[in-house]
Every structure is written in C-alpha cells, then in structure tokens.
C-alpha cells in the first residue's frame, strides 16, 4: 500500500490567526449556497428515493437489476455552480461473476474474473464459463467474445458499448464506463461481485494512523458488494476485454458518514479545482474530483476529529490541499481503497503535476485569499458581504430553490417511470393492460406485505400503484362509455380514492370522463375544482421530459423547502394528463388523433424517451383544463365562461415564453385551433395547424388536422 509522508502537516503547517473567524465567514457563505445540513440531507434522500423508484420499476418489467446513484448528487457535495452531472450504475444481477470456480452457479451465464502478470493493476478480464456445469465456455457467445491461443472464451466490453449505442442511436455519448444519452448523465452498465477481490480486501487490513473510518464503517463496508465497470485499461492491448473493478458502494457509505464541515471542505475543494486549478491543465490532463475526494479521505484518517469544525473549516481545507501536494509531489494520487493504483496515471502529466503544485503552495502561503475571487456561486462577493454586517445582503441563500428543484425532478422521475410501466403493460402484457395492471399491483403489494422493500422502494411501490388504480378507474369506465354501460360502483370508489395522486391530472380526467358521458354539471363542477387548485404554489412536471428547464415558484420552493418526501409533494405537483389508448373513450375525440400522432416514418425518428409516450395522449394541465371548459361551458350554453376559457388559452398559445414552459406545447396548439375550428374560424385554425407543422414536423398530430380541414394528402 502506497504510504504519504506527511511533513507538511509535522514541520510546515500553520494556522493563521485570521483562519477561525475566516472560517465561520466562509461557512455561512456555503450555507446560502446550499451547502447545508438541510440540503445535504435532502439531496442523499431525493435520490435514494430516485434509484428506488427506477429499480422497482425495471424490477417490475421482469428486468433483474439494480439502481445506484453515485457521486456528487447522492452524497451532497455540490453545489448550483458546480453543475454536476448525475452519476447512476446499474447492475446487472443476470450475470454471476465469480471470483473463483466455488462461486459457479448453475443456470446462470457465468463469468470468471481472470487476470495475469500482464494484466494491469485494478483490472480484470471475465472468462465465459457454461451456465450446465463448472467447465470454461470453448464457443463464443456474443458476437465481439474473444477465444484467445489457450481457447478460453473472453466477454468483451465492447458488447455493452454497441448493446446501448444500438439503444440511444444518435443520441448516445460514451465517456469513460458510461454510456448515455444526455451529457448531463453518466449512466454505467456494471455486474455486481459475489465477493471482495483482494485488491479491496487488502485495504480492510491496512495499518492506519487515525480514528477514521470507525470500526462500524468497516463493518458495514464489508457487506457491499463491489462492481465491475466496462473499462479498458487505456493503452492495453486488451483494452477492449478488460472490465475495471470499483467499489463505488463503499465509498458511497464513507461520504455519508461524513459531517457537514468535512462535506464543506470537500465542496470548496471543487469549487477550487473547477476555477483555479483547471487553468493550468493541459487539455488532454484531468485533475479530477475524484482527487479531491481521495485527498479528503486521507487527510480525514490523519486529523484529529476535533479539528473538523466550524471554526476549523479553513485549516483543513488547507490540510487537505497540503495532501494534494504531496501526492503532487510524490507523482502519484493513490487509491483510498484499491490497492496499488494510481489516479494520475494516463490522466495527469508529470509537467501538470508540477504547475498544480506550484499554484496550490502559492495559494496556500497567501492565506487562502483566493477564496474571495472565487466568481462560482458568487462564493467570493458573498464572502465579503458576509464581512461587512451592515451590508444589504446583494444575493438571496439558493437553498429554497434547490429544494424546489430536487423536489421537481424527483416527481419527473417518478412520474417518467410510470410511464415506463404503462409502455410495458400495454406493449408486453400476455393478459392485456388491465389484468396485467391488476396483476402488477398484486406482486407489488405482496412485496410491501413481505417486508423485502426498503422505506424508499415501499414510497416507489405505493406511487406506482396508486396510479394504475387511477388508470384502471379510467380505463373500465372507457369501455362502459364505449359499450354503452353503467360505471360500476367500484370505479367511483377508485376514482374516490385516487384522486390526490397529484394536484390536477387525476381530476381533470375524472372530469373528461363525466364530460364524455354527458355529465356536464359534474364535469363543469370538477374542472372548477381544479381551477382553485392550481395556484402560484402548484409546480408542473411531466415524465416526458427528464429535466427542469426552468425555476419552480418560490412558494413551492418554500413548500419543498419544508417537505422532501415524494408522498407529501404530490399535494403541490401537477403532472401531465396522460390518457392511453385503452382510456380513449375517456377523452375528447380530439386527443385521439394524439394517439395516432405518427405519419408515415414518423414513428422511425422518435428518441428512446419518446417512443414511451407519444402513442398516447398526453397534454399539459391547464391548456387541458381550459379546453375541457371550453367545451363544458358551451354545453352548458354559459357562453360568457365558454369564451374566458378560450381567451385564456389562446394567451398561453400566443405567449412565447408560456408556450416553452409547457412540455407538450404543440398538443396545447393543437386543443387551441379545434376551439378556433368550433368557433368558426376555420382559416385561422388551419393557418396554425400549418405553423404548428413547421414548428415540430414530425410526430405531430397537426399533420392529421391539415390533412382532415384540407382533405389533401400529406
């Protein structure tokens, strides 16, 4: 194991006199930046709850893995500024990778880990072994397996690689192990360890000079399970055979286990090695967070625990940098936990490594005053604000608005994610969408029954079913509008029970459904309803979309400011009103032609988001509201509120700014022109139809309607 000598914090460290006040000025500037207790906290729970809800999701359609989010997000240790991107690893648990042939098992397609003196340190090559009995595969599988000289069978990394490019098509981007298709997503495909490798074992035996980690961190870390990443050794011959082992797990427990000033320290480490220290990197070298984060590890074993506090923020920033120096020095970032692996090698050269050196002493003999150019965050100016207590304060604390935003897309995810189970139950189920819903919540409530969900899949499960009980209202009472029957009681008693999934989307579909039995009165009295509901405090989120492009109200932020968890939010969230085909005689005739959007090879140019929507309709909620009582009111004959209702519309449709803040603004577009069509004005509607078109050619219902006011061929 790689040792640091540590000089710098025996014979040069120093604290100087300005460093305890200094100290609590730059805390208090984190807190407003949302680096705090309340925002660390509702990070590492907003996306456990989010891994939770994608594994039982994927779990549910017969896909036997795991979701883990790693990373800046999950442990907290970012910040608005540093725009980190979201780190997830799936681990694909249909794959058996064994350590040694005792951990064969029979059935499954097994992996062995192999590795030789040529190999390099961290890195191993995974050997096909037959799923009938413990003997080497001899024939190749996939079509990029390898059959090296001795005639064993090697599965490529390469099969992952072309399995998710074939996946995302042109929106896949590779860095590194991930594969995504959104830059501000690093997805990694791994398989999971039967056991610990000895390369990580090594590290649970290794002579410490401190109190950290405590002894029930090693307890706890002994039971991860650590991955293997599909990540060639850059440069190896059998670059694309090898498969990197990490043990994200562990470290992820390390970083929770940290307290609010060591997770500051980490964040101001960022913020530096973002804006200062990248400056003197070549552009082909990485000084990554990772470094940082490896830094904070070592120095954490060799301060004293009462040195991490408020008033000692600003010597151990600077104690951790002294690490990076040395390291620096030294030529080499060791690994925190695999042994004998070096972090530099390939990413940072020998000339780089002298320039960071350099800089870092220099900022360390100043006292830090770098802290106060630091422009991410305005960390800087509110640095000197803070010194100044007279001072009107020129820049408002962010951590309201981050919790409004995790709120949001956490909603996204869930909501996105049922979608995921629609797509699967009406493209997969042998029983059909509504036995296979009623089959679906069944599994998931024996789950919760049996006790085998965590708190936050049991949050995940509860969501889930709840809305297929609200779809399956919907569903059963189109085919009783279809067949002309009664909706039975039990419907209304699902309707009843499932109406506060969110805000509006589950009334508002109870109203269409009253509207398209010729209940106008109750539908009229529904849409009312939501009216009042949807106030400045209300945040409007669509799965069909993955990220928010834009700042919820402040009072929902102050709302998600004060609840985080997913059951409580839904009392202020709105999501996108969803009807599926099977739910078509629950919606206006006009929504069925969102249903049939495609023309022609429409369907060929849809993203992998998108092909799990649009042969739906799905409509934003208050356009839909307005045109629910556009057409209410007018059966009513209450003509004053038939047209409010389309007044207000038609300021969303011809407001820019609104029209962007809809996630599905062409089928707001689309309801728009029908009212105009209604109204008589067949031209104006036909003119936007064709706009419309030209906005979004492919994948819009718009083509249909030109097509139906024209009777030409498209």
């Known amino acids: 194991m790689f040792t640091l000598k540590y000089v710098f914090f025996q014979t040069m460290f120093r604290v100087p006199s300005l460093f305890p006040s200094l100290s609590i000025v730059l805390s208090r500037g984190l807190d407003a930046i949302g680096a705090n207790s309340l925002v660390f906290d509702r990070r590492r729970e907003t996306f456990l709850h989010r891994e939770a809800i994608k594994t039982i999701t994927h779990q549910q359609q017969g896909q036997n893995v795991v979701h883990y989010h790693f990373g800046s997000q999950i442990e907290g240790t970012t910040t608005a500024g540093l725009q980190s991107d979201t780190d997830t690893l799936i681990s694909d648990n249909d794959i058996n990778i064994m350590l040694d042939w005792s951990d064969w098992k029979r059935g499954m ?37 390898v059959i090296d000289s001795q005639g064993r069978v090697f599965y490529s990394n390469l099969t992952v690689i072309r399995h998710c490019a074939r996946l995302f098509g042109a929106q896949h981007l590779r860095r590194g192990p991930s594969n995504s298709s959104h830059i501000d997503f690093d997805v990694v495909h791994a398989f999971s360890c039967s056991s610990l490798p000895p390369e990580i074992l090594a590290w649970f035996d290794a002579q410490r000079p401190g109190h950290w980690p405590p002894t029930e961190l090693f307890e706890i870390a002994r039971r991860c399970p650590c991955f293997l990443v599909p990540d060639g050794y850059r440069g190896s011959p059998t670059e694309h055979l090898e498969w990197r082992i990490t043990p994200n797990l562990i470290e992820r427990h390390l970083m929770f286990s940290l307290n609010d000033v060591q997770k500051k ?31 904070l590890f070592f120095t954490l074993e060799r301060t004293p625990s009462e040195v991490w506090t408020e008033q000692g923020l600003m010597e151990c920033i600077v104690r951790c940098l002294h690490t990076i120096r040395e390291f620096l020095i030294q030529g080499m970032c060791p690994h925190y936990i695999v042994e004998n692996v070096d972090l530099f090698d390939k990413k940072l050269c020998r ?17 830090m005053q770098v802290l106060f150019n630091l422009k991410i965050d305005n960390l800087g100016e509110r640095l000197m604000q803070l010194q100044l207590p007279q001072q ?12 409004g935003i995790l709120a949001s897309e956490m909603l996204i995810w869930y909501n996105r994610h049922f979608h995921e189970i629609c797509k699967y139950l009406c493209d997969n189920s042998d029983t059909g969408f509504y036995l296979g819903a009623i089959n679906l919540i069944n599994r998931l409530s024996l789950l919760h029954v049996r006790g085998t969900l965590t708190r936050y899949e049991n949050t995940g499960a509860q969501f889930l079913m709840t809305n297929l009980l609200s779809s399956l209202a919907s569903v059963t009472s189109s085919y009783c509008i279809q067949t002309d029957q009664a909706v039975p009681q039990e419907v209304w008693q699902l309707y009843s029970e499932t109406l506060d999934t969110n805000v509006a989307s589950s009334r508002l579909k109870l109203a269409s459904m009253f509207y398209c039995r010729g209940d106008l009165q109750r539908a009229a009295y529904v849409l009312d309803d939501v009216q009042q509901r949807l106030d400045n405090s209300v945040a409007y989120v669509c799965g069909c979309r993955p990220l928010l492009d834009r700042l919820p109200s402040d009072a929902f932020c102050q709302y998600a400011l004060r609840n985080g968890n997913p059951e409580t939010l839904v009392r202020k969230i709105a999501f996108g009103v969803r009807f599926l085909r099977q739910e078509m005689y629950c919606a206006p005739a006009i929504l069925w032609f969102e249903m049939y959007r ?27 509201m307005l045109y629910m009582q556009y057409l209410t009111f ?81």
């Open 109 to 145: 397609i097994n992996l062995l880990m192999v590795k030789d003196e040529s190999t390099p340190t961290q890195y191993f090559l995974l050997q096909r072994v037959r799923s009938d009995e413990p003997l080497p595969e001899t024939r190749a599988v996939e079509p990029d397996d």
């Open 265 to 295: 320290c980490l964040i101001v480490l960022k913020i530096l090695k973002k804006e200062e220290l990248s400056k003197y990197l070549h552009d082909e070298c990485k000084f990554t967070t990772f470094n940082c984060k490896t830094a």
């Open 351 to 367: 000339e780089c490594q002298v320039r960071l050196e350099k800089q870092i002493r220099v900022m360390i003999q100043d006292d």
């Open 392 to 403: 009107v304060a020129r820049f408002p604390d962010q951590s309201a608005s981050i919790c």
């Open 598 to 624: 495609g023309v022609g090879d429409d369907a060929a140019h849809r993203d992998a988001m998108s092909r799990c929507w649009m042969d739906w309709a799905v409509v934003d909620p208050r356009p839909f």
């Open 634 to 714: 007018g059966g009513l004959r209450e003509r004053q509120r038939q047209l409010r209702a389309l007044q207000g519309l038609m300021d969303i449709c011809s407001n820019i700014e609104l029209m962007h803040n809809l996630y599905h603004p062409e089928t707001a577009g689309n309801l728009c022109c029908h009212c105009l069509e209604m109204e008589g004005r067949q031209q104006s509607a036909l003119f936007f139809y064709k706009f419309s078109r030209i906005l979004k050619p492919r994948n819009n219902a718009a083509n249909w309607h030109v097509r139906r006011l024209t009777g030409i061929q498209l």
